[in-house]
T-cell receptor
Framework: DTGVSQDPRHKITKRGQNVTFRCDPI?????LYWYRQTLGQGPEFLTY????????KSRLLSDRFSAERPKGSFSTLEIQRTEQGDSAMYLC????????????FGPGTRLTVL | QKEVEQNSGPLSVPEGAIASLNCTYS??????FFWYRQYSGKSPELIMF????GDKEDGRFTAQLNKASQYVSLLIRDSQPSDSATYLC???????????FGRGTSLIVHP
């Protein structure tokens, strides 16, 4: 399977704990995006990388959120001191070249904060 | 005002009918427009993109763009029950690589 993969698919944690998600993009894609999606809403942009550089981060994103993409390959998204409001589906997507909007999404990580 | 507006629906159409999904956007600098389909419990998948005013057809799907009126629409001809899903409109401003998504319109095609 050469699509975007995410791990884990589901995560249940207690409030205050830290969680980390991983995304493996399509290998030749240089752009990688993280989104958050809640029920009844479209994906909300969190941050994006071009190769290993984090080029933009949503101003709505709390300092508790951090993302990395070492060596321009896979990416991790960490949420520190989780809150119940962080419960959502976290989606990763990748794209290449000038086709910023032609994104390929992974299956997502469903986070539940108790 | 949200940047990308879509009626959440649901839009219910009979099998074989034309489904018309609409999206309006507020940023006049928007240059690229995308339609994604999202089945329940799944992640979005790209259906079509359109950059220029007018119509673009791909099989049963037609995207229509009117930049002057700031709307983009998706027509689905000969709707099938398998088309039942949420359709997300996404818009990218010129010079950016970050799409802004609408909340999506739920489409139900009943036999």
């Amino acid at each position: 399977d050469t699509g975007v993969s995410q791990d884990p698919r589901h995560k249940i944690t207690k409030r205050g704990q830290n969680v980390t998600f991983r995304c493996d993009p399509i290998s030749e894609h240089n752009r990688l995006y993280w989104y958050r999606q809640t029920l009844g809403q479209g994906p909300e942009f969190l941050t994006y990388f071009q190769n290993e550089a984090q080029l933009e981060k949503s101003r709505l994103l709390s300092d508790r959120f951090s993302a990395e993409r070492p060596k321009g390959s896979f990416s991790t998204l960490e949420i520190q001191r989780t809150e119940q409001g962080d419960s959502a589906m976290y989606l990763c997507a990748s794209s290449k070249g000038a086709e910023g909007g032609t994104q390929y999404f992974g299956p997502g990580t469903r986070l539940t904060v108790l | 005002q949200k940047e990308v507006e879509q009626n959440s629906g649901p839009l219910s159409v009979p099998e074989g009918a034309i489904a018309s999904l609409n999206c309006t956007y507020s940023d006049r600098g928007s240059q690229s427009f995308f339609w994604y389909r999202q089945y329940s419990g799944k992640s979005p998948e790209l259906i079509m993109f359109i950059y220029s005013n007018g119509d673009k057809e791909d099989g049963r799907f037609t995207a229509q763009l009117n930049k002057a009126s700031q709307y983009v629409s998706l027509l689905i001809r000969d709707s099938q029950p398998s088309d039942s899903a949420t359709y997300l409109c996404a818009v990218i401003r010129g010079g950016s690589y970050i799409p802004t998504f609408g909340r999506g319109t739920s489409l139900i095609v009943h036999p």
